[in-house]
């Protein structure tokens, strides 16, 4: 219901206030129930009113219940407005309305109250913002009860504010910077008497505005400065040495002068490296007055050794001859699938290498063809020194070679008696001479290996020793066969014992092992190499012998080999 309504209604203050009673009883925040029950009883207040005006309450019936909710807000609205012109009212009949020096405004904030109280008077403001119908109250005291509908107005202005803290508490941050605040309304006051806070903001933002002019006219009086520092420089103090180089005097000096003085610029110092020192460390200049890295001056470097590349390129261009070729492929050497042994006719069920004679099934044709080599395989004798060895009273065969070359497998194999001499996949195993014989008839020397072998170098020197001694002064050595690996080759120290046999003219014999473990074609190159690498030699018995006690591959022609020493030569 419109307050103007009201007001005709009710001239009474004490009825006016009765109303207003039941009207706040609902409060702000009812709900639909609250607003029924105040529904009811505004009921019962447009029942009191009937005999003022019917024409209204036909009007307001007609509305229909569909703005009720609507109307019953605006009730709760119009019962502040009458709670604060009660108030009002109640003030103005004590006489209180000239506390504010008489000076009324329609604006809630005036001038006098900004002026004089300051931050603490809007905080206060604030404070009853917060608390509501005070502040109504306190600002409504000017509010005339003649004039309801402008003070309604203002009112229902000043709670939305009260509601809404922003405002008020933007003035009160205002009113907290007293400095800004309190200029502008000095200021403001001599324009002009009120300033509303829209007004007041945009002063302050002028105000902010014409500091920052200040500011950059400032900045720009520095920058000025500065410009003309820069223009005209003060001479720079510069250290200069004399001619002595050892006084240093102070002497104020051009800039322009200084950049056009040209010292001659200094030498530096080159840092020169060794080309061959791996170390990095700089020559010193005095010692390397030559300029090393010239590539003039460099020494030349001896001629690289051969390397491992090149002597495996010279290896593969050896063309063996088709004798040797077909020697290999007969006797099954070099690297061989067991189909294609099979094939070949051996009996690859034998745990026994492979030495029996191809396509036979007669146990006759699978003995040892050398009747000498059928004997039994018995250890009679082992020496570390000379004074050791046995009396020479069977013609011998030693087998010599480095450490690990198959010198004690190819012993058993000869034989077939496996396990009668001892093996190991370790260098070094064998460090004694030992002796063994085949019945009366051969005696077969096992040599210890030399070269690399799991044992101290004394050791091995002594074992080299006792071996050079043995194939060198032995009465009865017969042939010494020289076992190389067919893998690596030759090595220095069988250069060494072949020209110690040569000088001795011992009869020796190449004989290449573990020929299994590379092509059938290397076995024939190897053997050529050797070949041709003891051309020259007279002690040396041909040809090369290849074998491989693993598979049993010309073990049997060289037992044919060794067999006719035993027959031809007699104890
Ligand atoms: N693949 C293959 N391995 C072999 C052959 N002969 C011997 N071996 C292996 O080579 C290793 C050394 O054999 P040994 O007979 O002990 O050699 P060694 O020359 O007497 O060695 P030292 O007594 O230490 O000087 C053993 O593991 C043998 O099984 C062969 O013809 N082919
Ligand atoms: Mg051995």
């Not at 207040?45 to 003022?52: E, F, I, L, Q």
Request: hydrophobic share 30%; charged share 35%; with cysteine.
């Amino acid at each position: 219901m419109p307050l103007h309504v009201r007001i005709r209604e009710k001239t009474s203050i004490a009825s006016l206030l009765s109303s207003r009673r039941n009207w706040s009883g609902g409060g702000v925040d009812g709900g639909k129930k609250s607003g029924k029950r105040e529904g009811a009883k505004t009921k019962g207040t447009r029942t009191t009113g009937r005999n003022k005006s019917e024409k209204r309450e036909e009007h307001k019936e007609a509305r229909g219940n569909a703005g009720q909710r609507r109307r019953w807000s605006d009730t709760n609205g119009q019962s502040d407005a009458k709670k604060n012109a009660s108030q009002a009212v109640r003030r103005k009949r004590k006489g209180d309305h000239d506390s504010w020096n008489g000076d009324h405004s329609d604006t809630p904030y005036s001038k006098s109250k900004l002026t004089r109280n300051g931050p603490s008077t809007m905080t206060r403001g604030k404070a009853s913002a917060r608390k509501g119908d005070r502040f109504r109250s306190e600002t409504l005291d000017e509010d005339d009860l003649h004039s309801r509908k402008r003070s309604n107005s203002m009112v229902s202005s000043v709670s939305r504010g009260g509601r809404s803290n922003s405002m008020v508490s933007g003035i009160t941050r205002e009113g907290k910077s007293q400095s800004v605040f309190s200029r502008n309304a000095e200021a403001s006051s001599k324009g002009k008497k009120f300033d509303t806070p829209a007004r007041v903001s945009r002063q302050k933002e002028a105000a902010t505005d014409a500091n920052l002019d200040d500011h950059g006219a400032e900045s720009k009086k520095s920058d000025d400065s500065g410009q003309i520092a820069e223009e005209k420089p003060r001479p720079r103090r510069t250290r200069v040495l004399d001619k002595t180089g050892k006084k240093i005097r102070v002497a104020k000096k051009d800039p322009v002068s200084d950049i056009e003085e040209t010292l001659p610029p200094k030498k530096r110092k080159r840092m020169k490296l060794d080309p061959y020192d791996t170390s990095n460390k700089r020559l010193e200049d005095s010692t390397a007055k030559q300029d090393v890295c010239s590539p003039e001056k460099i020494p030349e470097k001896s001629p690289p050794e051969e390397t491992e590349t090149s002597i495996n390129a010279k290896f593969r261009a050896i063309q063996p001859s088709s004798s040797i070729i077909s020697y290999v492929e007969d006797n099954l050497l070099g690297r061989r699938r067991l189909n294609e042994i099979k094939n070949a006719g051996y009996n690859v069920k034998l745990s026994a290498p492979l030495d029996n004679v191809p396509f036979s099934t007669s146990p006759e044709r699978e003995r040892i063809e050398e009747n000498v080599f059928r004997n039994k395989l018995e250890f009679f004798a082992a020496a570390k020194i000379s004074s050791s060895f046995p009396p020479p009273t069977l013609p011998e065969i030693a087998f010599a070679g480095v450490s690990n070359v198959g010198k004690s497998s190819l012993l058993n194999a000869l034989t077939r008696q496996w396990g009668v001499v001892r093996t190991s996949d370790k260098p070094g195993l064998t460090q004694t001479i030992n002796f063994f014989r085949l019945a009366s008839k051969l005696c077969l020397v096992d040599l210890p290996g030399y070269g690399f072998a799991y044992a101290k170098d004394e050791v091995k020197d002594s074992w080299q020793e006792l071996v050079k001694e043995y194939v060198s002064t032995r009465v009865g050595l017969e042939r010494v066969c020289l076992l190389v690996h067919t893998k690596r080759g030759m090595k220095p120290l069988d250069y060494e014992l072949v020209d110690l046999m040569e000088r001795s003219k011992t009869p020796y014999q190449i004989v290449l092992t573990k020929t299994d473990l590379v092509f059938p074609i290397d076995v024939a190159r190897r053997a050529v190499e050797i070949q041709e690498s003891l051309k020259k030699n007279k002690s040396v018995v041909r040809p090369v012998m290849m074998v491989s006690s693993k598979t049993g591959a010309g073990v049997r022609n060289l037992r044919g080999v060794l067999g006719k020493i035993a027959r031809f030569i007699k104890p």
